[in-house]
């Protein structure tokens, strides 16, 4: 069981650490087009993306990680203390 909890924990952090990246570089895509249709010229790079993921995104994407595990724990706990 607690193996099964852990494997879920590491699956639902991955997951929302790949959310957090693509959100990211999507991001990072819309301002440059902004940029593009103001100024004319393309400014995307896939460095500044993956940097600023590195400095803050990951961040969002463990602590989400966590908050879901922890409250599909909690509901599976609620669930069987109201079927007993």
């Known amino acids: 069981m607690l193996k099964n ?6 699956v639902l952090i ?3 650490l790949i959310l957090f990246l693509v959100a990211d570089v999507a991001s990072e895509l819309l301002a440059s087009l902004i940029v593009f249709l103001e100024k004319g010229f393309f400014p995307f790079s ?3 993306a ?4 590195l400095t803050t995104g990951y961040v969002g994407g463990v602590i989400l990680g966590i908050g879901l595990w922890l409250k599909g724990l909690l509901q599976k706990r609620k669930k069987s203390n109201s079927d007993s």
């Not at 909890?5 to 590491?10: K, T």
């Not at 993956?50 to 993921?53: E, N």
Request: net charge negative.
């Open 5 to 10: 909890n852990f494997f879920s924990l590491i």
């Open 14 to 16: 991955l997951s929302c």
């Open 46 to 48: 896939w460095n500044d």
């Open 50 to 53: 993956f940097s600023s993921f």
